[in-house]
């Protein structure tokens, strides 16, 4: 299934280091997500776009920026992160995010680990 | 009290056999109910949604009380390819309607 990409699906990064995550969805959804997977812990959402606008933003540490240049992308840019931010990163889009039969469909993630 | 709860698990069952999941949830607003897949490593997947009146699809039935604030899903004659993590997931009324998962359960089917 390639209705939701996400690039890279592993990442070893420094804390030092800049990087960026990319996803894509080829769904013609209006809305993306971001979600980070911890071990034993439940799906965390992170930011949501809809029609390229941030909706929701639970309040995520500024080392992580989300970026949606248009419906059918999402980045999350990566600086300064920390060992504990190790972990699968989601990537979801819907076709809208305000109607109750509203289906998030996922990308395979990226496992990011964070020396 | 969290707002969607699960019980980890894991649950060990032999192939053949029947077995439930619950999951309750706090918020009484909340308005639409999911399950989803989780196979290790990989990404959920949607196994269906939850009706008010209760649906099935083959050998899954997925069932809701509003009343109790719980759901449920069903899974007859379990097969080795059934073994996965199951998140419950809620979808709260209003505004952005904001979906909540629940931490998984762990289900590994037993030759």
């Known amino acids: 299934e390639t209705g939701v990409t996400q690039t890279p699906r592993h990442l070893v990064m420094g804390m030092t280091n800049k990087k960026s995550l990319k996803c894509e969805q080829h769904?013609?959804?209006?809305?993306m997500y971001w979600y980070k997977q911890s071990a034993k812990k439940p799906l965390e959402l992170m930011f949501v776009y809809s029609l390229e606008e941030r909706v929701e933003n639970n309040s995520v540490p500024s080392r992580f920026s989300p970026e949606c240049p248009n419906s059918s992308h999402l980045f999350l840019h990566l600086h300064t992160l920390q060992p504990e931010d190790s972990a699968l990163y989601l990537c979801?889009?819907?076709?809208?995010?305000?109607?109750?039969?509203?289906?998030?469909?996922f990308g395979p993630g990226t496992r990011l680990t964070v020396l | 009290r969290k707002e969607v709860e699960q019980d980890p698990g894991p649950f060990n069952v032999p192939e053949g056999a029947t077995v439930a999941f619950n999951c309750t949830y706090s918020?009484?607003?909340?308005?639409?109910f999911f399950w989803y897949r989780q196979d290790c490593r990989k990404e959920p997947k949607l196994l269906m949604s939850?009706?008010?009146s209760g649906n099935e699809d083959g050998r899954f039935t997925a069932q809701l009380n509003r009343a109790s604030q719980y759901i449920s899903l069903l899974i007859r004659d379990s097969k080795l390819s059934d073994s996965a993590t199951y998140l419950c997931v809620v979808r709260d009324s209003g505004g952005y309607q904001k979906v909540t998962f629940g931490t998984g359960t762990k289900l590994q089917v037993i030759p």
């Open positions: 769904l013609g959804h209006n809305a």
């Open positions: 918020n009484s607003a909340s308005q639409s």
């Open positions: 979801a889009s819907s076709l809208w995010g305000g109607q109750s039969t509203d289906t998030q469909y």
């Open positions: 939850v009706y008010s």
